[in-house]
């Protein structure tokens, strides 16, 4: 006997419900000791913080004063209380390229590897940036930089990358070559589109785990008998953030790299880097972030999945943070500063929100309602973002703004499905 479409329609979306119920009862209920909520009518009430008002009361209604104004106004905000104060440029940093482009993938690409020194001490604080560019450009390339989990070696398919040493959240230095992979980077599929890309691994920085400041580039700027951050002094996501910046500063003394269209790119917790670092720093003129979910792109009043107080328990990740930040645990809506007005501090430069429709924990549906609520200042400079009813996975149609957001059919992370979408989003806005 054969269905009809309507039939067999409703006995999809059955199915589709029914497992999804079931990936959502397998998630875990509490974490730090605190329950942790996937349920849409428990998400709470809130208001969003004034993205127009300045501090003395007066509205913002035009793009100057917005960026003349507002947007610094803002930044200070997430400096005092989440992110913490970001420091300058080094006067002591300096780089060495000690491959200085190297034919790779069969001659399709350079390879350039350079040691930035973020110390006059060159034995201590310093990160490797790898970096690839097509071998036949006739001119400055753009380029995509990768906030990756991975060392470079392990980023991607070529033995002629320096092996080096990563830290694991463990607190163990360890030969790259013990690291797991967490996937590898198509080159070549980056230089047949014209793009450079480059990629830094984000412990080079600071380590990943609690006692990282003792071994970080923050341990530099400790004051004498200073062993934690103040309340708003930078947090781990902040020192990755700045080290990025300092991948930029190369970039700009590379005749092969066009600095004025550099992006970025990184996941997870990375993607909040990505995404403060895109905030902070203007010079990168676009942002890919994938699954950056809470203290990134998902709404913090939004009490859905990972929340302010699973986030800053110092059982797990107040490290990363501000120490401020974790005063909000108890009053989500006591903080002057949600994920919309960091969303929006990237205005007018194209960004992407990239999520997973199973993410629960990330909060999907927080990223895009982030998105939808920093649309009006897209608008202030004649760009689009989205609007109306949150688009279902693999849904393709918000990738067409400047403000974007894509949500594949899966979780955490990427998969390799987004990658041509990273790259036609490129093609189109960088």
Same mark, same amino acid.
């Given at each position: 006997?054969?269905?009809?479409?309507?039939?067999?329609?409703?006995?999809?979306?059955?199915?589709?419900?029914?497992?999804?119920?079931?990936?959502?009862?397998?998630?875990?209920?509490?974490?730090?000791?605190?329950?942790?909520?996937?349920?849409?009518?428990?998400?709470?009430?809130? %208001?969003? /913080?004034?993205?127009?008002?300045?501090?003395?009361?007066?509205?913002?209604?035009?793009?100057?004063?917005?960026?003349?104004?507002?947007?610094?106004?803002?930044?200070?905000?997430?400096?005092?209380?989440?992110?913490?104060?970001?420091?300058?440029?080094?006067?002591?940093?300096?780089?060495?390229?000690?491959?200085?482009?190297?034919?790779?993938?069969?001659?399709?690409?350079?390879?350039?590897?350079?040691?930035?020194?973020?110390?006059?001490? %060159?034995?201590?604080?310093?990160?490797?940036?790898?970096?690839?560019?097509?071998?036949?450009?006739?001119?400055?390339?753009?380029?995509?930089?990768?906030?990756?989990?991975?060392?470079?070696?392990?980023?991607?398919?070529? /033995?002629?990358?320096?092996?080096?040493?990563?830290?694991?959240?463990?607190?163990?230095?360890?030969?790259?070559?013990?690291?797991?992979?967490?996937?590898?980077?198509?080159?070549?599929?980056?230089?047949?589109?014209?793009?450079?890309?480059?990629?830094?691994?984000?412990?080079?920085?600071?380590?990943?785990?609690?006692?990282?400041?003792?071994?970080?580039?923050?341990? %530099?700027?400790?004051?004498?008998?200073?062993?934690?951050?103040?309340?708003?002094?930078?947090?781990?996501?902040?020192?990755?953030?700045?080290?990025?910046?300092?991948?930029?500063?190369?970039?700009?003394?590379?005749?092969?790299?066009?600095?004025?269209?550099?992006?970025?790119?990184?996941?997870?917790?990375?993607?909040?880097?990505?995404?403060?670092?895109?905030?902070?720093?203007?010079?990168?003129?676009?942002?890919?972030?994938?699954?950056?979910?809470?203290?990134?792109?998902?709404?913090?009043?939004?009490?859905?999945?990972?929340?302010?107080?699973?986030?800053?328990?110092?059982?797990?990740?107040?490290?990363?943070?501000?120490?401020?930040?974790?005063? *909000?645990?108890?009053?989500?809506?006591?903080?002057?500063?949600?994920?919309?007005?960091?969303?929006?501090?990237?205005?007018?430069?194209?960004?992407?929100?990239?999520?997973?429709?199973?993410?629960?924990?990330?909060?999907?549906?927080?990223?895009?309602?982030?998105?939808?609520?920093?649309?009006?200042? *897209?608008?202030?400079?004649?760009?689009?973002?989205?609007?109306?009813?949150?688009?279902?996975?693999?849904?393709?149609?918000?990738?067409?703004?400047?403000?974007?957001? *894509?949500?594949?059919?899966?979780?955490?992370?990427?998969?390799?499905?987004?990658?041509?979408?990273?790259?036609?989003?490129?093609?189109?806005?960088?």
């Amino acid at each position: 006997m054969q269905l009809a479409p309507k039939k067999l329609l409703l006995i999809f979306f059955v199915f589709a419900s029914n497992c999804l119920f079931a990936q959502k009862e397998n998630l875990p209920k509490t974490s730090a000791g605190f329950p942790i909520n996937y349920e849409e009518e428990l998400t709470g009430n809130y %208001t969003l /913080p004034a993205l127009f008002t300045l501090k003395n009361g007066t509205k913002v209604s035009d793009a100057k004063t917005w960026t003349e104004r507002r947007r610094p106004e803002i930044i200070r905000l997430f400096e005092e209380h989440q992110f913490g104060k970001v420091p300058p440029r080094p006067k002591d940093m300096r780089f060495k390229v000690f491959d200085k482009g190297t034919p790779a993938f069969n001659g399709k690409a350079l390879r350039k590897q350079v040691i930035v020194y973020f110390t006059k001490d %060159t034995t201590g604080h310093k990160m490797d940036l790898l970096i690839y560019l097509p071998a036949r450009a006739d001119k400055a390339s753009p380029l995509l930089l990768i906030a990756n989990f991975s060392a470079n070696v392990n980023a991607v398919d070529d /033995p002629g990358v320096k092996a080096g040493f990563v830290w694991t959240r463990e607190g163990k230095k360890v030969p790259a070559s013990e690291q797991r992979a967490f996937g590898k980077i198509d080159v070549a599929g980056f230089v047949s589109q014209g793009f450079g890309v480059a990629t830094v691994c984000y412990t080079d920085i600071e380590p990943d785990f609690k006692q990282g400041l003792k071994y970080g580039i923050r341990s %530099t700027y400790l004051k004498p008998g200073q062993t934690e951050p103040a309340p708003n002094e930078w947090g781990a996501i902040s020192a990755w953030s700045w080290g990025l910046s300092r991948a930029m500063d190369y970039f700009a003394t590379d005749s092969g790299i066009d600095a004025n269209r550099v992006a970025l790119q990184g996941t997870s917790r990375l993607g909040k880097t990505v995404l403060w670092t895109g905030a902070r720093d203007p010079r990168f003129k676009m942002v890919i972030a994938s699954c950056s979910g809470e203290g990134g792109a998902a709404i913090s009043r939004r009490d859905y999945g990972e929340n302010i107080k699973h986030m800053t328990d110092t059982s797990r990740y107040y490290y990363q943070f501000a120490p401020n930040w974790h005063s *909000y645990a108890a009053n989500f809506n006591a903080s002057p500063v949600d994920a919309h007005m960091l969303v929006a501090l990237m205005a007018p430069r194209p960004l992407l929100l990239q999520t997973g429709d199973t993410d629960y924990w990330s909060d999907p549906k927080g990223e895009f309602l982030a998105a939808v609520a920093a649309e009006p200042v *897209y608008k202030l400079f004649g760009k689009g973002g989205p609007s109306g009813d949150m688009p279902g996975a693999g849904d393709q149609s918000l990738l067409r703004n400047t403000l974007a957001y *894509y949500m594949h059919a899966g979780g955490h992370g990427t998969i390799p499905a987004d990658w041509p979408l990273f790259i036609d989003y490129m093609k189109r806005f960088l």
